[in-house]
């Protein structure tokens, strides 16, 4: 039997594998009420490094591997901090009957108002504004044309989840139509619902709000690139693997794309030589646009508290792959003593 700090009779146990969060006061004052304890696991001491095991981890920048959940079997929950869960071997998670819980709640204000923001920099070309003054041209403005009103604009989002639709109520009043594709929304006010070839050529400002997976990987790559207007503007303020970065890069440079506004990239933080950080009329943020003071208390906090509530077999409002978990457990093969 694995000896886990709860079969020794002891308070529940959740660790911190990795965040950049400093201390874990916030994760440890969540979960408090569940009398779930909260370790610091980012020294040596940590389940992964030979120390006591976990009862469960919560991770924000580690791969999750089936390998590694093996070489942990006493973990009975895995919370990630953020929304997205690429980083994490959910099928794997599935089979072993470990929840994966994240935290989509914590920052659609956050993430909307800096997509928001960029899109805004982007049409005023505030930006390359800045930049001309810095170099002493004030005068030369005209190297900022074209410049289109926002209000002939469409604006096309490819994904209206929570984040998606509240770029929408604040985008509404500076733009002339909305689209959307999004196969599982339902109606919209004032949105037109469009395939993805309508979303990607209609827009002259496309704006990503989907999660990552096999599906999405390079969504926005050469091809798609190519069913763009080259007067649009991409923004991308959800996973940066959703864009082939290559392409993106490739396509400003030759002018068949006009501007790129992104707060993620392939790879974070980039290389030296990430062709984004030499392509012309691209405005790149360090995957900020989560964060305001209170949207991080709200992540640790919420992902600390959901966690802890697995352990106590407590209602959960965001297990990732609870479907999984329900046909797993639906298929199971009934014991004798079930059947007693």
Same mark, same amino acid.
């Given at each position: 039997?694995?000896?886990?700090?709860?079969?020794?009779?002891?308070?529940?146990?959740?660790?911190?594998?990795?965040?950049?969060?400093? *201390?874990?006061?916030?994760?440890?004052?969540?979960?408090?009420?569940?009398?779930?304890?909260?370790?610091?696991?980012?020294?040596?001491?940590?389940?992964?490094?030979?120390?006591?095991?976990?009862?469960?981890?919560?991770?924000?920048?580690?791969?999750?591997?089936?390998?590694?959940?093996?070489?942990?079997?006493?973990?009975?929950?895995?919370?990630?901090?953020?929304?997205?869960?690429?980083?994490?071997?959910?099928?794997?998670?599935?089979?072993?009957?470990?929840?994966?819980?994240?935290?989509?709640?914590? =920052?659609?204000?956050?993430?909307?108002?800096?997509?928001?923001?960029?899109?805004?920099?982007?049409?005023?070309?505030?930006?390359?504004?800045?930049?001309?003054?810095?170099?002493?041209?004030?005068?030369?403005?005209?190297?900022?044309?074209?410049?289109?009103?926002?209000? &002939?604009?469409?604006?096309?989002?490819?994904?209206?989840?929570?984040?998606?639709?509240?770029?929408?109520? +604040?985008?509404? !009043?500076?733009?002339?139509?909305?689209?959307?594709?999004?196969?599982?929304?339902?109606?919209? *006010?004032?949105?037109?619902?469009?395939?993805?070839?309508?979303?990607?050529?209609?827009?002259?400002?496309?704006?990503?709000?989907?999660?990552?997976?096999?599906?999405?990987?390079?969504?926005?790559?050469?091809?798609?690139?190519?069913?763009?207007?080259?007067?649009?503007?991409?923004?991308?303020?959800?996973?940066?693997?959703?864009?082939?970065?290559? &392409?993106?890069?490739?396509?400003?440079? *030759?002018?068949?794309? &006009?501007?790129? #506004?992104?707060?993620?990239?392939?790879?974070?933080?980039?290389?030296?030589?990430?062709?984004?950080?030499?392509?012309?009329?691209?405005?790149?943020?360090?995957?900020?646009?989560?964060?305001? *003071?209170?949207?991080?208390?709200?992540?640790?906090?919420?992902?600390?508290?959901? =966690? #802890?509530?697995? +352990?106590?077999?407590?209602?959960?409002?965001?297990?990732?792959?609870?479907?999984? +978990?329900?046909?797993?457990?639906?298929?199971? !093969?009934?014991?004798?003593?079930?059947?007693?």
């Amino acid at each position: 039997m694995t000896e886990t700090w709860e079969s020794r009779g002891a308070k529940p146990l959740l660790e911190v594998l990795d965040s950049s969060y400093g *201390d874990v006061e916030v994760e440890s004052a969540a979960a408090a009420p569940a009398a779930v304890e909260v370790r610091d696991a980012r020294a040596e001491h940590g389940s992964l490094n030979g120390g006591t095991l976990a009862d469960g981890v919560l991770v924000q920048y580690a791969t999750i591997t089936a390998e590694v959940m093996d070489a942990n079997p006493g973990w009975k929950v895995i919370g990630r901090y953020g929304v997205g869960v690429d980083t994490i071997d959910l099928a794997a998670a599935s089979a072993r009957s470990i929840p994966v819980v994240n935290v989509p709640d914590y =920052c659609e204000e956050e993430v909307a108002t800096h997509a928001v923001a960029l899109m805004l920099d982007a049409n005023r070309r505030i930006t390359a504004a800045d930049a001309l003054v810095r170099r002493g041209e004030w005068a030369d403005w005209a190297q900022l044309r074209p410049i289109a009103p926002l209000s &002939a604009a469409t604006l096309s989002l490819i994904g209206v989840g929570r984040i998606g639709r509240e770029v929408i109520r +604040l985008m509404r !009043p500076f733009v002339s139509r909305i689209i959307a594709h999004d196969p599982f929304a339902g109606d919209l *006010d004032g949105v037109e619902l469009v395939d993805l070839d309508t979303a990607l050529a209609d827009g002259d400002i496309v704006s990503l709000h989907l999660p990552l997976t096999a599906d999405t990987h390079h969504l926005v790559d050469a091809e798609a690139i190519t069913r763009m207007k080259a007067t649009a503007t991409l923004v991308n303020v959800s996973r940066g693997g959703l864009v082939d970065g290559a &392409a993106l890069a490739a396509a400003l440079h *030759d002018g068949r794309l &006009a501007m790129a #506004a992104l707060d993620v990239l392939e790879t974070e933080p980039p290389a030296a030589d990430d062709p984004m950080l030499a392509a012309p009329n691209a405005i790149i943020t360090n995957h900020l646009a989560w964060y305001s *003071d209170a949207s991080e208390q709200r992540l640790r906090a919420r992902l600390a508290e959901r =966690c #802890a509530a697995v +352990l106590r077999a407590r209602e959960v409002p965001s297990i990732v792959n609870r479907a999984a +978990l329900d046909r797993a457990a639906a298929s199971a !093969p009934v014991t004798a003593l079930e059947h007693s």
